[in-house]
């Protein structure tokens, strides 16, 4: 089989960038008045997700910094709803592959899956919320606002999913993807949430917004009663923000590695406009007839979840898969599609003929590939020679290297001669 010519394109994403993390969770937190809400020796619960989020070791060692700048006592818990396989020790290590340990942060972990019933919405359904958490005196929610993956809404994911869901553990994550299907995400969540800011000591939410490359472009500290409200307004930045791939129409899209860090659902719908789980909702742009997974990232801890929408991947990421930590975000997602394994092969190049025999037109010169590295980092990737002209005109593109052909090295995984 012939394979196509390629070149490495560049995405001019106008950016900004905070230099001073810590410098700037300092101003957030004067803006908000921080001595007022929280006094000497009061207790802090920090929630920690399972999220890939940019630099979160040091936004988090930053606030527990000036946390203890005023006398409080800040301890941390995971608040990641089922990740880590749903045991404490498993979330304990999701934010130890981030950096994120009782010595780099100064301050105890407190993993648990324990959690108490603090009221009910919508009736009849439970709220819940970590133990831990609720025996501080305050807690202050941390997360990254962005488009969800699964749903569209005024509200995605941000402080007040982190609330609902992560907070709440397994019993939560467990019973709302349920009943997300029934009543959707936005109205259980935001239900969820506001009953939580209501009857909890919830003192404030961290928010931030990343730029196109995931790196910081916003740290807002939002007092409780703000946080809905304030959450709406980022996500309709961060939305501004979100990258995409610069092209509509692809008969292929390669993609090295896909992972828990990148996306909740292991490639983020939202860029790959594709989804098997029947009451998820994605955009219909790009369009994609085949895609080719070629690993599973470190971070993900084996957790899979998302092959479903890939149409071929290798036998190397097969391998990688913990069962046990994809079946259970499986189930409790209510989404067993999304970790049926697609056709699988020893190398690349195996996969690649696979995948071009499955689509209409293979022909070298008139294929449309594209390669990312993963489904968050968009600012540089490899398209073949038929999506030049379309790159050529479009401003906010530059090509950087090639052309080159798709080449292979001795065990049959690709590699490109430039």
């Known amino acids: 089989m012939a394979f196509p010519t390629m070149v490495k394109i560049k995405q001019n994403f106008v950016l900004n960038k905070i230099a001073d993390i810590p410098g700037e969770i300092r101003s957030a937190l004067s803006r908000i008045e921080l001595q007022k809400i929280i006094l000497p020796g009061q207790r802090v619960a920090i929630t920690a997700g399972s999220r890939g989020i940019h630099k979160i070791d040091v936004i988090l060692?930053?606030?527990?910094?000036?946390?203890?700048?005023?006398?409080?006592?800040?301890?941390?818990?995971?608040?990641?709803?089922?990740?880590?396989g749903a045991t404490a020790e498993g979330q304990r290590k999701v934010l130890e592959s981030y950096g994120i340990t009782e010595a780099t942060m100064g301050v105890p972990i407190q993993s648990s899956m324990e959690v108490v019933q603090i009221g009910?919405?919508?009736?009849?359904?439970?709220?819940?919320?970590?133990?831990?958490?609720?025996?501080?005196?305050?807690?202050?929610v941390v997360n990254r606002v962005k488009p969800h993956t699964d749903f569209k809404g005024d509200i995605?994911?941000?402080?007040?999913?982190?609330?609902?869901?992560?907070?709440?553990?397994?019993?939560?994550?467990?019973?709302?993807?349920?009943?997300?299907?029934?009543?959707?995400?936005?109205?259980?969540?935001?239900?969820?949430?506001?009953?939580?800011?209501?009857k909890c000591p919830i003192a404030f939410?961290?928010?931030?917004?990343?730029?196109?490359?995931d790196e910081t472009h916003i740290i807002e500290g939002i007092p409780a009663h703000d946080i809905e409200a304030r959450e709406k307004e980022l996500l309709v930045k961060s939305k501004e923000l979100l990258p995409r791939i610069p092209f509509d129409d692809i008969d292929l899209l390669i993609v090295d590695?896909?992972?828990?860090?990148?996306?909740?659902t292991?490639?983020?719908?939202?860029?790959?406009?594709?989804?098997?789980?029947?009451?998820?909702?994605?955009?219909?742009?790009?369009?994609?007839?085949?895609?080719?997974?070629?690993?599973?990232?470190r971070?993900?801890?084996?957790?899979?979840?998302?092959?479903?929408?890939?149409?071929?991947?290798?036998?190397?990421?097969v391998e990688k898969i913990d069962r046990s930590s994809s079946y259970m975000n499986a189930i409790t997602s209510s989404g067993p599609e999304g970790i049926r394994i697609p056709p699988h092969y020893g190398s690349d190049r195996e996969a690649v003929e696979a995948a071009l025999n499955t689509i209409p037109d293979s022909?070298?010169?008139?294929?449309?590939?594209?390669?990312?590295?993963?489904?968050?980092?968009?600012?540089?990737?490899?398209?073949?020679?038929?999506?030049?002209?379309?790159?050529?005109?479009?401003?906010?593109?530059?090509?950087?290297?090639?052309?080159?052909?798709?080449?292979?090295?001795?065990?049959?995984?690709?590699?490109?001669?430039?």
Do not use: C, W
């Open 61 to 84: 060692k930053a606030l527990v910094d000036e946390l203890k700048s005023i006398h409080a006592e800040p301890f941390i818990v995971p608040a990641m709803g089922s990740h880590g």
């Open 120 to 140: 009910e919405v919508l009736d009849g359904i439970p709220v819940f919320i970590d133990k831990n958490a609720l025996s501080a005196d305050h807690i202050v």
């Open 156 to 198: 995605e994911s941000g402080l007040m999913k982190m609330i609902a869901i992560g907070l709440g553990k397994q019993h939560a994550a467990d019973g709302y993807h349920n009943l997300f299907m029934k009543l959707g995400h936005y109205k259980l969540i935001t239900a969820v949430a506001r009953e939580a800011i209501r």
């Open 205 to 213: 939410g961290l928010a931030l917004v990343e730029n196109q490359k």
């Open 257 to 264: 590695e896909m992972g828990k860090d990148f996306s909740g």
């Open 266 to 297: 292991g490639m983020d719908q939202n860029v790959i406009a594709r989804t098997v789980i029947t009451y998820h909702m994605v955009t219909d742009r790009p369009k994609i007839t085949r895609i080719f997974v070629r690993d599973l990232s």
């Open 299 to 317: 971070h993900s801890g084996g957790n899979a979840i998302g092959i479903g929408n890939a149409d071929f991947t290798t036998t190397r990421l």
């Open 363 to 418: 022909n070298s010169e008139r294929v449309r590939i594209a390669h990312i590295k993963n489904t968050l980092h968009l600012d540089e990737m490899l398209i073949s020679e038929a999506l030049l002209a379309e790159a050529e005109g479009n401003s906010a593109v530059s090509v950087v290297a090639g052309p080159g052909s798709m080449g292979f090295d001795d065990d049959g995984n690709i590699h490109y001669a430039f």
